[in-house]
């Protein structure tokens, strides 16, 4: 059982927005600005696509964008496009595991 | 640019033993951590372990702590993930990563992952 909650799968039509949640405790998404979001496509490795809860790396498409509101941190995807078809995981620094906790990841389906 | 690449996918028997590796380059090898990351078949990620390569100060899960070995050979630019005994259920997709800056970070560049299928 991973330390943040996903739900296991999310999907939106072509131009359609989406937002994936990502539920951790006050241990971890609750109490510090550290969450951050990595997108992989099948039989590729992660790529960071969202840091600091908010903050895109240079690259990554301004229809990304990132939120957090008390235990709970969130992605946003707008005008859907094929290409974001892909499964995303979140993270977070934790206070109680110096490595960071992951959560169990989504996949999104593009229609 | 930081470039990770890892070692080519591995077959293995159980019991066998096993050492992968990362060389990472475009960077001050001794001055960032490396990550190792697990990804079993049709899952999600799951951190393993960390090393420092400067001082070899390293850091496990506790579901990893015991099970595997990471160590850094710095005249090389290497990191290593070892098993001494490996288990079927250590088939899975391995990454190491390295984080942007110090700790706490995110995992900014990644290797493109090795591949390990230990049969029974």
């Known amino acids: 059982q991973s330390a943040l909650t996903q739900p296991a799968s999310v999907s939106g039509s072509p131009r359609q927005s989406i937002t994936i949640s990502c539920t951790g405790t006050?241990?971890?998404?609750?109490?510090?600005?550290?969450v951050s979001w990595y997108q992989q496509h099948p039989g590729k490795a992660p790529k960071l696509i969202i840091y600091?809860?908010?903050k895109r790396p240079s690259g990554v498409s301004n229809r990304v964008s990132g939120s957090k509101s008390g235990n709970t941190a969130s992605l946003t995807i707008s005008g859907l496009q094929a290409e974001d078809e892909a499964d995303y995981y979140c993270s977070s620094y934790a206070s109680n595991d110096t490595l960071g906790v992951f959560g169990g990841g989504t996949k999104l389906t593009v229609l | 640019e930081v470039r990770l690449v890892q070692s080519r996918a591995e077959v293995k028997k159980s019991g066998e033993s096993l050492k992968i590796s990362c060389k990472g380059s475009g960077y001050s090898f001794t001055s960032y951590w490396i990550a190792w990351v697990r990804q079993m078949p049709g899952k999600g990620l799951e951190w393993m372990g960390i090393i420092y390569p400067g001082d070899s100060n390293t850091r496990y899960s506790p579901s990893f702590q015991g099970q595997v070995t990471i160590s850094a050979d710095e005249s090389i630019s290497t990191a290593y993930l070892q098993w001494s005994s490996l288990k079927a259920s250590d088939t899975a997709m391995y990454y190491c990563a390295r984080p942007w800056w110090d700790l706490p970070s995110p995992l900014r560049s990644w290797g493109q992952g090795t591949l390990v299928t230990v049969s029974s």
């Open positions: 006050n241990s971890d998404v609750g109490s510090y600005n550290l």
């Open positions: 600091e809860v908010t």
